[in-house]
Structure formats: structure tokens, C-alpha cells
């Protein structure tokens, strides 16, 4: 199992691969307990490091996952050596479809096509896989309960979260002492690329940590302003917490 890790800007990521996750996440996930993961790019290190309720927020996460090569770059800088992200949409594609019958699976995000079409896409590429219950991002706060209820009683083993950021992070918040079992990821953007509805960037980008161009070009009006802004703080955040010796502390 996965049990290292090393820290960036106060958030301590695993040093895991897609392999040793699978692995022990599904170990975990025959325990009678709640266990959550969230794929942490820079804009939620930089959340978590320049906004503390957006930390006490995802202080429930039980795993933090380096889901962008800049969070790789600078843990290999301490020594990690890791060859390769574990980038949220592949993790949850080789998960789901190395996690046939007897574990079960959840789908709670998206819209009403692109959870549709999740589920479709896994059936056709693994029969076996199981899953016992979706539903769609789109649903009051008041619905919540019900959607607990479901997953209670349906006690999946792994409940895939993709609601975005930061709303799927004060979804485990609000949630994670409420569900009685099973593991909890927050996956996001995970939803739509795994169902088709939209476009990942090419292998060659993600290698050279480029899988923001791709997506602002996609999304410029959505997505723009929020690159600006966080690819600046994190910079900054690294720049002035490197020359106090505190870029690779972890929060206290």
C-alpha cells in the first residue's frame, strides 16, 4: 500500500503510482470505514495554502493525490522520483475497469447524458463491472439526504464524486461522517472525459504538464480568469515560501 508522502505549500501528497492506489484503495475499501481522496492539482494546493476555510474544508481528506506534473516537478525536487502524475481521469478509467464484480461502484456527478454515458462506457469495456447507483450533479442541498440515504443502503465500495472544485470538496466535508462505508473520490473533470462528453488534452501535453493550455483553449471565457489567477499564486506562493524554507513544509 501506498503509505509515503511528501509535502508542497502545506498539503502533504501520496507518492503513489496508478498501480499502488488501485491496490490500496481497494483494500481499503473492504473496511468498514469512510475513506477520502481527493486529485489535487496546483489550484487546490494554492486554495489550500492562501485560503483557510478552503483548507478546514478538505481537512477530511484522507488522501491527497499529485494529480498535476508541476506538483510532481517539485516533489521529484525532494527526492520522490516519481515518473508520472496519477492524473484523476486515467486513475478513475484503470480503477473502475480493474474493480469488476465483487466491488461496487457509485457515480454521483455530471449531467443526466454524461453519467449516462459513464456508465455506458464502463459496461461496454468491462461487463462485470458493477455498478449499483448514479445520479446526476445537478440537485438541491435539500435532495442531499436522499442521495445519503441511497448510498447508504446501497453501501457501495467505491463512490466516484465529480462535481468540480470546490464544490465537490464541501460536498466530502459536509458528507463524509454521514456515509457509513466505502471510498470517497473527488474526481471532477473525470465525469466527462471518461464519458466522451469532453475532450482531454494529447499524451504529449500532459507529459510536459501542458493539460491546462488544452482545456483553457476549450473552455477560455470559463476557465481563463482562474488559470491567471492560480497559476500566479502558486508561482508566487512557491517563489516566497522557497526563500523562507518553507515551500516543502507541511501544515501544522
Not at 471565457?221 to 513544509?249: C, E, I, M, T
Amino acid at each position: 500500500m501506498s503509505a509515503s508522502s511528501l509535502c508542497v505549500l502545506g498539503t502533504r501528497l501520496q507518492l503513489c503510482t496508478y498501480a499502488s492506489l488501485t491496490a490500496d484503495l481497494q483494500a481499503r475499501s473492504r473496511t468498514a470505514q469512510t475513506f477520502a481522496v481527493d486529485f489535487t492539482n496546483t489550484h487546490i494546493v494554492t486554495l489550500r495554502r492562501g485560503d483557510a476555510e478552503f483548507r478546514r474544508i478538505t481537512g477530511t481528506v484522507d488522501y491527497f493525490i499529485p494529480d498535476g506534473m508541476p506538483l510532481i516537478w517539485c516533489l521529484n525536487r525532494q527526492g520522490a522520483n516519481l515518473r508520472d502524475r496519477v492524473y484523476g481521469p486515467t486513475f478513475m478509467r484503470e480503477c473502475v475497469l480493474a474493480s469488476p464484480a465483487p466491488f461496487t461502484h457509485y457515480f454521483l456527478g455530471g449531467n443526466g447524458e454524461c453519467v449516462g454515458r459513464l456508465q455506458q462506457s464502463f459496461l461496454k469495456q468491462n461487463p462485470s463491472i458493477k455498478i449499483i447507483g448514479a445520479r446526476n450533479g445537478y440537485f438541491k442541498r435539500e435532495d442531499e439526504p436522499q442521495i445519503l440515504d441511497e448510498i447508504n443502503r446501497l453501501s457501495p465500495d467505491f463512490i466516484w464524486i465529480g462535481l468540480g472544485t470546490p464544490k465537490q470538496q464541501d460536498w466530502v466535508f459536509r458528507n463524509k461522517s454521514k456515509i457509513k462505508r466505502g471510498i470517497v473520490l473527488a474526481v471532477g473533470f473525470a465525469f466527462d472525459v471518461n464519458a466522451g462528453t469532453k475532450p482531454d488534452a494529447p499524451l504529449w501535453m500532459q507529459r510536459y504538464g501542458l493539460t491546462w493550455v488544452h482545456r483553457l483553449a476549450s473552455e477560455p471565457l470559463r476557465l481563463g480568469p482562474r488559470y491567471v489567477r492560480n497559476n500566479s499564486q502558486f508561482l508566487f506562493y512557491l517563489f516566497s515560501d522557497g526563500l523562507r524554507g518553507k515551500a516543502w513544509k507541511c501544515a501544522e
